[in-house]
C-alpha cells in the first residue's frame, strides 16, 4: 500500500494541479460578478453552466492526455500540425460574421449557439511541430556550425509562416503575438548559437521600437494602414498611450478598468460589488473584476499563482532528460507566461489592449481547452517519465 501511495505520489505533480485548480474556482467566481452586473443582461445561468462545462471538459482532456507517451505523441503531430493548418484555412470562409463584426477578427466559427476560436488549439500543434522540428534537427546534427543553425532556423521559420499568414488574414494581431512569443522561448533554448542569437534579438528590439514610434506619428500611421493595420488597433495603442484621452469613446474600456482597479485599493470593495462598469469584463478585461473585488492583495495573490505554476512547469523541464519534452514545456511555458503578461499588463495600462483572455480565469471554451491541454502535456511528462521509472512488479501490481 505504500509503496502504491508513494508511486502514484511520483507520477502526479500535484504543485501544477493545485495552481490551476484555484486559478479555475477564481474564474467561476469573477465571472459570476461580471455577469451580474453586466447591463447587457445576460443569461448568468447558462453562461455559469458553460464555463463549468468547458472546466470539465479540460479536466477530462488532461486525464486522457497523461497517459500520452512521448512516442505516441511524436507519431500524431505532423497530423495535429496539418489539421490544425486545414482548420484555420476553412475559418477563412467560415467564420461568424456576427463575431467578426463586433471584435474585428475573423477567428470564430459558431456552431448553434457554441463558438470556437481554432487558433487556441492551434497553439498546441505548433508547440508539438516546432519540438519535433527542433529535435529532429538536434539529433541528426553532430556537428552545430552557424551553416547548420540556419537551417534550423529556416526550418523553424517554414513551419511558423503559414500559421502568421493565415491569422494577419483574420484580423487576429493578439493571437500573432502570442505565436511570436512562443517562438521566441523556443528559439533562444534550440541551441542556435549565441553569436546568431545576440544579433536576432537586437534586431527583434530595433523593430519593436521603430513600430511603437511608426503608430505614435501620422507618417507611420498611414503607412502601416498600407500593410494592414486598422484602425481600432491604432485606437488601441491611443488608449495605451492615454487612457483618459476619451474616456466616454474609444478609451471608455481601459479607463474604467483602471477606475475599477484603482476603487479596489488595499483589500477590495467586497465580493459582487461593482461601481464601475467595465464592456467586456467577463473576457478580455476579467481582472479588474478582481482588482475591484479583492483590490491589491487579490490581485496580488493572482500571479502568485501564476509564478508557482511557471515555476513547477520550469521544474518538470529541468527534471526531464528528453529533449522533445524539454523543447514541448518550454513552448507551453511561453504560451502561458505572455497570456498572463500581456492580459494583466492591458488592464492596469502597461500595455496596449489585444484582446488576449487571462488563462484558466477569463471566459472562453477554446482557451480553457487549449490551456488545459498544455497542463496535460506537462502533467503527462512526469506521469511518463516516472513510470517508466518504477520496476516492473509496481506497475503489475496497481494495474491489478
Not at 460578478?33 to 472546466?55: C, E, K
Not at 476619451?246 to 482597479?261: C, E, K, R, W, Y
Not at 500571479?303 to 521544474?315: C, E, Q, V
Not at 511518463?384 to 516492473?392: F, H, W
Amino acid at each position: 500500500m505504500k509503496n502504491r501511495k508513494r508511486g502514484n505520489d511520483n507520477r502526479i505533480d500535484y504543485g501544477v494541479i493545485l495552481p490551476v485548480f484555484l486559478l479555475c474556482l477564481i474564474g467561476l467566481l469573477a465571472l459570476y460578478v461580471a455577469l451580474t452586473h453586466d447591463p447587457r443582461d445576460p443569461n448568468i445561468f447558462r453562461s455559469m453552466t458553460m464555463q463549468g462545462i468547458w472546466y470539465a471538459l479540460g479536466a477530462l482532456v488532461v486525464v486522457i492526455i497523461i497517459h500520452l507517451d512521448a512516442k505516441l505523441l511524436w507519431r500524431i503531430t505532423p497530423f495535429l500540425y496539418t489539421i490544425g493548418l486545414a482548420v484555420m484555412l476553412a475559418l477563412l470562409w467560415f467564420y461568424d460574421p456576427t463575431l467578426a463584426a463586433s471584435t474585428g477578427s475573423k477567428n470564430w466559427f459558431r456552431v448553434g449557439p457554441v463558438t470556437f476560436q481554432p487558433s487556441e488549439l492551434m497553439k498546441i500543434a505548433y508547440i508539438l511541430m516546432m519540438a519535433m522540428i527542433i529535435t529532429q534537427h538536434n539529433v541528426r546534427t553532430k556537428f552545430h556550425s552557424v551553416k547548420t543553425d540556419v537551417q534550423l532556423i529556416g526550418k523553424m521559420v517554414l513551419v511558423t509562416l503559414p500559421i502568421l499568414i493565415l491569422i494577419m488574414a483574420q484580423d487576429d494581431f493578439g493571437t500573432m503575438l502570442v505565436f511570436l512569443a512562443i517562438f521566441a522561448g523556443m528559439f533562444l533554448i534550440s541551441g542556435i548559437s549565441w553569436r546568431i542569437v545576440v544579433p536576432t534579438v537586437v534586431l527583434a528590439v530595433v523593430l519593436g521600437s521603430s513600430l511603437i514610434l511608426l503608430v505614435t506619428t501620422d507618417f507611420g500611421r498611414e503607412l502601416l494602414s498600407t500593410i494592414g493595420f486598422k484602425n481600432y488597433q491604432f485606437a488601441r495603442i491611443d488608449s495605451w498611450i492615454d487612457p483618459f484621452h476619451d474616456p466616454q469613446g474609444q478609451s471608455f474600456q481601459l479607463a474604467h478598468a483602471l477606475m475599477a482597479i484603482g476603487s479596489g485599493g488595499m483589500f477590495g470593495t467586497g465580493y459582487n460589488v461593482s461601481n464601475v462598469y467595465v464592456p467586456v469584463r467577463e473576457s478580455d478585461m476579467i481582472f479588474s473584476v478582481i482588482g475591484e473585488n479583492f483590490g491589491f492583495i487579490g490581485g496580488a495573490f493572482l500571479i502568485l499563482l501564476y509564478f508557482i505554476l511557471i515555476y513547477r512547469m520550469i521544474r518538470v523541464c529541468f527534471d526531464m532528460n528528453n529533449e522533445f519534452y524539454t523543447y514541448i514545456a518550454t513552448g507551453i511555458i511561453m504560451m502561458l507566461l505572455f497570456h498572463v503578461f500581456e492580459n494583466i499588463g492591458a488592464n492596469i495600462g502597461l500595455l496596449p489592449l489585444t484582446g488576449i483572455p487571462l488563462p484558466f480565469v477569463s471566459q472562453g471554451g477554446s482557451s480553457i481547452l487549449g490551456n488545459m491541454i498544455g497542463i496535460g502535456l506537462i502533467l503527462s511528462m512526469r506521469y511518463q517519465t516516472a513510470n517508466k521509472q518504477e520496476p516492473p512488479s509496481l506497475r503489475r501490481r496497481r494495474s491489478v
